[in-house]
């Protein structure tokens, strides 16, 4: 069977892939299995090595990678040569410091100082990687640099909606350097990111996509006790406090809502703004709004299409039901599948109500809804009323309280002053709390959920035994009861 693929802007087919078939993917298992035990014996700066040829090849290829990426998405040219730019800056990262963060590290024996103790970062083995359409590279590409810079090998499956990105990532990898068993790309629809969940060959899982098959997955290693990292969607909150430079607030609701179509996890989708400095800022959010061009002339194009008819559905039928609920259209709300492809107006609304679809759940498309609030207190409980807790931002010129507030925050990371900026900070480690995910990528302690983490105790004396094996002298008993007296009481 094939997947073809669509640009979402023109309705044009632009290639295709063949799915892989299910009997098929027990042969690339295998493979895998044979790739880790060799990629697991490089050493860490070898690894490294690899990773950073890697980028040099992406860069090479940057036009290549930004074009397609936004044929196949729908998105801008610009959001496509974002999105690579994103991705090498990453791999520089992990190429740098994985190293340092994945090295032995010594810990202290406590009161055994006869004992020698660390913790070593070992793969697991086989990482399965499923990925989804919005960023068909940078959320392909990290969590695969971070399993391979960890020593595993992937099998990879990135979205159906987006498999000639993966593919021509998959080829760029390989050309760089990286062997074909260490990194194998496999196509096609859930039943194929299903078989690689369930498969006793795959030694960990990290998917990327919505609640509801995360959900599913989550079940799926829970009997299997099979470790997984779960990134899945958001409804991100931005809080606008009365001493807020307003400019670079609207400005950032604007990018943040807008930017990718609004098809990005992080991206704002609900605004709490304080009562006394409302009418102003939605003003200022209308004006940058209304300045934006959306349609398929992607030269100059800054809002692109979305992804899909159903995706385009989802979002129309959020603003339409908004709406007919009292909400206030401050900007857009029409379809623009007039110029051809799944584009929508960027679009405001003004809400009073929370109990609508689009504020509770997530709608993934080019809409923010702003709520006036009392004050710092009921923003903030607002912003944690959703069950999502993937990201959120706080706008003051407070910087302290900006940060004491971002503490009362219930995401998994906060921005102050700025939004989504967070993920291009490869450093930070990303995921969510709440139905948003479990399991960090990024960072130190995204590189070590790629790793068991492996505690040794090494004996450094060879006595010839310890006191607590037998047989056990009377005497040292009571040695030791004395001495957890004296020593702990
Ligand atoms: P999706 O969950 O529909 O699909 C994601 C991937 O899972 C695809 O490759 C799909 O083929 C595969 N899949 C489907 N069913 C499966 C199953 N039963 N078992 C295994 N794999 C299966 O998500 P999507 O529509 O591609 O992506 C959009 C969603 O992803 C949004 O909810 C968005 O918020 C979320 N997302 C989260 C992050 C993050 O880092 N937290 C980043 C980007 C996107």
Same mark, same amino acid.
């Given at each position: 069977m094939e997947i073809?693929?669509?640009?979402?802007?023109? =309705?044009?087919?632009?290639?295709?892939v063949q799915t892989t078939s299910l009997e098929f993917i027990e042969t690339v298992f295998d493979r895998a299995? *044979? !790739?880790?035990? *060799?990629?697991?014996?490089?050493?860490? &700066?070898?690894?490294?090595? %690899?990773?950073?040829?890697?980028?040099?090849?992406?860069?090479?290829?940057?036009?290549?990678?930004?074009?397609? $990426?936004?044929?196949? /998405?729908?998105?801008?040219?610009?959001? !496509?040569?974002?999105?690579?730019? /994103? /991705?090498?800056?990453?791999?520089?990262?992990?190429?740098?410091?994985?190293?340092?963060?994945?090295?032995?590290?010594?810990?202290?024996?406590?009161?055994?100082?006869? %004992? =020698?103790?660390?913790?070593?970062?070992?793969?697991?083995?086989?990482?399965?990687?499923?990925?989804?359409?919005?960023?068909?590279?940078?959320?392909?590409?990290?969590?695969?640099?971070?399993?391979?810079?960890?020593? @595993?090998?992937?099998v990879l499956k990135?979205?159906?909606?987006?498999?000639? &990105?993966?593919?021509?990532?998959?080829?760029?990898?390989?050309?760089?350097?990286?062997?074909e068993n260490?990194?194998q790309t496999v196509y096609g629809y859930?039943e194929i990111g299903?078989a690689i969940?369930?498969s006793?060959k &795959?030694?960990?899982?990290?998917?990327?996509?919505?609640?509801?098959?995360?959900?599913?997955?989550?079940?799926?290693?829970?009997?299997?006790?099979?470790?997984?990292?779960?990134?899945?969607?958001?409804?991100?909150?931005?809080?606008?406090? *009365?001493?807020?430079?307003?400019?670079?607030?609207?400005?950032?609701?604007?990018?943040?809502?807008?930017? @990718? +179509?609004?098809?990005?996890?992080?991206?704002?989708?609900?605004?709490?703004?304080?009562? =006394? $400095?409302?009418?102003?800022?939605?003003?200022?959010?209308? /004006? %940058?709004?209304?300045?934006?061009?959306?349609?398929?002339? =992607?030269?100059?194009?800054?809002?692109?299409?979305?992804?899909?008819?159903?995706?385009?559905?989802?979002?129309?039928?959020?603003? @339409?039901?908004?709406?007919?609920?009292?909400?206030?259209?401050?900007?857009?709300?029409?379809?623009?599948?007039?110029?051809?492809?799944?584009?929508?107006?960027?679009? #405001?609304?003004?809400?009073? #109500?929370? @109990?609508?679809?689009?504020?509770?759940? *997530?709608?993934?498309?080019?809409?923010? +809804?702003?709520?006036?609030?009392?004050?710092?207190?009921?923003?903030?409980?607002?912003?944690?009323?959703?069950?999502?807790?993937?990201?959120?931002?706080?706008?003051?010129?407070?910087?302290?309280?900006?940060?004491?507030?971002?503490?009362?925050?219930?995401?998994?990371?906060?921005?102050?002053?700025?939004?989504?900026?967070?993920?291009? &900070?490869?450093?930070?480690?990303?995921?969510?709390?709440?139905?948003?995910?479990?399991?960090?990528?990024?960072?130190?302690?995204?590189?070590?959920?790629?790793?068991?983490?492996?505690?040794?105790?090494?004996?450094?004396?060879?006595?010839?035994?310890?006191?607590?094996?037998?047989?056990?002298?009377?005497?040292?008993?009571?040695?030791?009861?004395?001495?957890?007296?004296?020593?702990?009481?």
């Amino acid at each position: 069977m094939e997947i073809i693929s669509i640009n979402p802007a023109t =309705k044009e087919t632009i290639g295709s892939v063949q799915t892989t078939s299910l009997e098929f993917i027990e042969t690339v298992f295998d493979r895998a299995k *044979e !790739g880790a035990a *060799e990629w697991a014996n490089l050493r860490l &700066t070898q690894r490294s090595r %690899k990773i950073r040829l890697v980028r040099k090849m992406l860069v090479a290829h940057m036009d290549e990678l930004s074009k397609l $990426i936004a044929a196949e /998405t729908g998105k801008t040219n610009w959001d !496509g040569f974002l999105e690579v730019f /994103t /991705t090498v800056e990453h791999m520089r990262h992990v190429s740098k410091h994985g190293p340092q963060y994945l090295r032995t590290e010594i810990r202290s024996p406590g009161i055994l100082q006869n %004992k =020698k103790c660390y913790v070593n970062y070992v793969p697991h083995g086989v990482a399965g990687v499923i990925s989804p359409w919005n960023y068909p590279l940078i959320l392909t590409a990290a969590p695969v640099i971070e399993a391979l810079m960890a020593g @595993n090998a992937v099998v990879l499956k990135p979205s159906e909606l987006t498999p000639l &990105t993966g593919k021509l990532m998959t080829e760029l990898f390989h050309e760089a350097g990286i062997p074909e068993n260490v990194l194998q790309t496999v196509y096609g629809y859930g039943e194929i990111g299903a078989a690689i969940v369930d498969s006793p060959k &795959t030694d960990m899982i990290c998917f990327t996509g919505s609640v509801e098959v995360g959900r599913k997955i989550a079940v799926a290693c829970a009997e299997k006790l099979k470790p997984v990292i779960l990134e899945l969607g958001g409804k991100d909150p931005m809080i606008i406090l *009365e001493d807020a430079n307003l400019q670079r607030a609207a400005g950032a609701a604007v990018w943040g809502g807008f930017s @990718n +179509c609004g098809q990005t996890c992080i991206s704002t989708e609900r605004v709490y703004v304080v009562e =006394k $400095i409302a009418d102003e800022f939605i003003e200022l959010v209308k /004006t %940058k709004t209304e300045a934006l061009y959306t349609g398929p002339d =992607k030269v100059d194009g800054e809002i692109g299409a979305l992804v899909s008819e159903s995706q385009h559905e989802i979002v129309m039928a959020h603003i @339409n039901q908004a709406v007919e609920s009292g909400a206030d259209v401050v900007s857009g709300g029409e379809s623009l599948s007039a110029l051809g492809g799944y584009f929508i107006k960027p679009t #405001v609304l003004e809400v009073q #109500v929370d @109990n609508t679809d689009i504020m509770q759940k *997530e709608t993934f498309g080019p809409e923010i +809804c702003i709520m006036r609030v009392k004050d710092e207190v009921d923003a903030v409980e607002k912003a944690n009323s959703s069950g999502y807790g993937l990201s959120a931002s706080v706008f003051t010129k407070n910087k302290k309280r900006g940060q004491k507030i971002a503490r009362q925050i219930r995401a998994g990371s906060v921005c102050v002053n700025d939004v989504i900026t967070n993920y291009i &900070t490869a450093d930070l480690p990303f995921g969510g709390v709440g139905i948003s995910g479990i399991g960090r990528v990024h960072g130190a302690e995204g590189l070590k959920s790629f790793c068991q983490t492996q505690a040794v105790l090494v004996d450094r004396f060879g006595l010839k035994k310890e006191p607590w094996w037998y047989p056990v002298n009377k005497k040292l008993q009571s040695f030791f009861r004395v001495f957890t007296r004296v020593f702990y009481g």
